[in-house]
């Protein structure tokens, strides 16, 4: 089992940056693939980006590609999300994902339900 908690959302007007940040605790780290994904009222969670065990390889939605960058630090425990160029349609509240997959060929997941772990949750919130 690991637990997450979300950090680094709030407000930024467009053509911001934020970073968000993905604390886990529970068991080790380095043998969960982790993603990001966001929701807005009365949408379906949308996968953001995603990364593999061990952060060689990573895979990004269209929407954010060339603007968003995520990252690992396996000896902190932490993911990080680093968004640039914000527009206000990335406003959601963005959510971090854990799934513990220690297979070899260390897979990047993009589905949500791909994921069994979940944080609360952080609120982005871009503006004109």
């Known amino acids: 089992q690991v637990q997450l908690v979300e950090s680094g959302g709030g407000l930024v007007q467009a053509g911001g940056s934020l970073r968000l940040s993905c604390a886990a605790s529970g068991r080790t780290f380095s043998r969960y693939a982790m993603g990001w994904f966001r929701q807005t009222p009365g949408k379906e969670r949308e996968f953001v980006a995603a990364?593999?065990?061990?952060?060689?390889?990573?895979v990004y939605a269209d929407s954010v590609k060339g603007r968003f960058t995520i990252s690992r630090d396996n000896a902190k425990n932490t993911v990080y999300l680093q968004m640039n160029s914000l527009k206000p349609e990335d406003t959601a509240v963005y959510y971090c994902?854990?799934?513990?997959?220690?297979?070899?060929?260390?897979?990047?997941?993009?589905?949500?339900?791909?994921?069994?772990?979940w944080g609360q949750g952080t609120q982005v919130t871009v503006s004109t």
């Open positions: 990364i593999n065990r061990s952060g060689r390889s990573t």
């Open positions: 994902a854990a799934d513990e997959d220690t297979r070899s060929w260390e897979p990047v997941k993009l589905r949500v339900y791909d994921y069994d772990f």
